[in-house]
């Protein structure tokens, strides 16, 4: 890790608040990275979240205390739970169980974390971790709701193996997934490596960079799945998870752009700074996107359904006899990048498709380019063992009207730093070609 990497969040409090889950052992990695990254920590421990890691591992990785009672009058005469609060940048709650999501939304306080909790002002990032069905009762999803329009940024669940023995959506995110959503939260640069100089770190509170090369430029980004209703309560969906589609929104922000970012359903944080328009299916997105215009750079990172049920029944299908087999007629989608990509008054300047594959990359995405009538793709290989669908890095393949480039395997987040700087060069090389 380069020195700069590791400062990127040099001189940042946080306040952790650990509950009991089994992902609590993922908090002492988090400690670690956030204080090689140069933040300060200070944890507190729920009674249940330390039957998992004790306060003295915590304390020893912070270098500070580790907090567990509300009524240590010590604490409250030297430190109180209002200070710690007033002392922090950002509260995290890594692993947040479901009973603490549920406290909060309800505004419970009958401990020192859930007390801080209500008492801050500052801005809470949770990290929910717990079984699959508890994260999909009913309760839970009222409770994120609440949180979610209470300002509450998430990140995650991640679906995945569980300690359980189950398999679902529910595992906490992994540390560096929420090193990059408290980055994100607090608007801190995310160009520590930059090899683009100096001078796109000097990201303002909100994280636009007023002096960067996309300064006074309009950027649409498309990401995440859709989901395409089969009835009331089924879907067609992909596995993206919207990680490359934000990490570009963020990064065209830090270089200085005004950015609207089109979402499918993800279980990501908004990007700090960045409109976000929330949308469901792959009609919504387009008409969200084609509201969004005019814009100067349009990048279609989402993974867009295909097809959709050609009929959405109006009642839950019921099962017919033990055995029978049933079939689902699908309909093509509209393809929101060709629709971008038409020449017209409002086409983008610069617009750029992804092409996800399995085989035949570079083929196929040679091939879209020319059908979609995108200035460039991104060409990423998603078959499974690549980790690149729902995973932190990527290996893809520029298609330019020039030919082809490989590029090393990466980080998400650097990925679209580059991708974006490219671009900011591309758009200069036309303006002055144009002069
Ligand atoms: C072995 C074990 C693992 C648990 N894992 C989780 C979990 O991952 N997520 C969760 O929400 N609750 C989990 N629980 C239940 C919580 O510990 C319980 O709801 C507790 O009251 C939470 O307290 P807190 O929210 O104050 O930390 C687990 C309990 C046990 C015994």
């Known amino acids: 890790?380069?020195?700069?990497?590791?400062?990127?969040?040099?001189?940042?409090?946080?306040?952790?608040?650990?509950?009991?889950?089994i992902a609590a052992y993922?908090?002492?990695?988090l400690v670690r990275r956030l204080k090689e990254r140069g933040a300060s920590v200070r944890a507190?421990?729920?009674?249940?979240?330390?039957?998992?890691?004790?306060?003295?591992?915590?304390?020893?990785?912070?270098e500070e205390k580790a907090f567990t009672d509300l009524f240590d009058l010590k604490d409250e005469a030297e430190i109180g739970h209002i200070r710690l609060s007033r002392e922090a940048d950002l509260i995290v709650v890594a692993p947040a169980t479901a009973d603490l999501l549920a406290k909060m939304a309800h505004g419970l306080a009958d401990d020192l974390a859930t007390a801080v909790l209500l008492a801050t002002d500052k801005t809470v990032l949770v990290a929910p971790a717990m079984n699959v069905r508890m994260w999909q009762h009913p309760a839970t999803k009222r409770n994120v709701a609440t949180l979610r329009a209470d300002g509450v940024a998430l990140v995650g669940p991640e679906e995945g193996e569980m300690a359980c023995g189950e398999y679902g959506l529910g595992r906490m995110a992994e540390p560096a997934a929420?090193?990059?959503?408290?980055?994100?939260?607090?608007?801190?640069?995310?160009?520590?490596?930059?090899?683009?100089?100096?001078?796109?770190?000097?990201?303002?509170?909100?994280?636009?960079?007023?002096?960067?090369?996309?300064?006074?430029l309009r950027v649409l980004i498309t990401s995440g799945p859709t989901h395409e209703p089969i009835d009331p309560v089924r879907y067609l969906a992909n596995r993206s998870s919207g990680k490359q589609g934000h990490a570009l929104a963020r990064a065209a922000l830090e270089l200085g752009a005004e950015v609207v970012l089109v979402s499918g359903p993800v279980a990501l944080p908004d990007p700090h700074g960045v409109r976000v328009v929330k949308v469901e299916t792959a009609h919504e997105m387009l008409a969200a996107a084609l509201a969004a215009l005019p814009a100067d750079i349009a990048i279609c990172a989402a993974a867009v359904a295909d097809w959709r049920a050609a009929d959405e029944a109006p009642q839950k299908l019921k099962k017919q006899q033990p055995g029978s087999e049933a079939s689902l007629k699908l309909k093509?989608?509209?393809?929101?990048?060709?629709?971008?990509?038409k020449?017209?008054?409002?086409?983008?300047?610069?617009?750029?498709?992804?092409?996800a594959e399995t085989e035949n990359l570079i083929d196929n995405a040679i091939a879209k380019r020319r059908a979609k009538g995108a200035d460039w793709i991104v060409a990423n290989d998603v078959w499974p063992g690549t980790g690149?669908?729902?995973?932190?890095?990527?290996?893809?393949?520029?298609i330019t009207g020039q030919g082809?480039?490989?590029?090393?395997?990466?980080?998400?987040?650097?990925?679209?730093?580059?991708?974006?700087?490219?671009?900011?060069e591309t758009l200069q090389l036309l303006r002055s070609a144009a002069e």
């Open 178 to 216: 929420i090193i990059d959503a408290i980055a994100s939260s607090l608007g801190s640069s995310l160009l520590g490596t930059s090899s683009l100089g100096t001078s796109l770190l000097a990201a303002s509170p909100a994280g636009a960079n007023a002096e960067g090369p996309l300064q006074g």
């Open 44 to 62: 507190i421990l729920t009674r249940a979240g330390a039957e998992f890691v004790t306060p003295l591992s915590l304390s020893v990785l912070s």
């Open 343 to 355: 020449p017209g008054g409002k086409r983008p300047r610069l617009v750029i498709g992804f092409a």
């Open 26 to 29: 993922k908090s002492l990695d």
């Open 332 to 341: 093509q989608n509209p393809n929101i990048l060709a629709t971008l990509a």
């Open 1 to 21: 890790m380069t020195a700069t990497k590791a400062k990127r969040l040099n001189g940042k409090a946080i306040l952790l608040i650990v509950g009991g889950g």
């Open 404 to 424: 082809t480039e490989d590029w090393p395997a990466m980080s998400k987040d650097e990925m679209a730093r580059r991708l974006l700087a490219r671009a900011a």
């Open 388 to 398: 690149a669908m729902g995973g932190d890095h990527t290996q893809i393949h520029l």
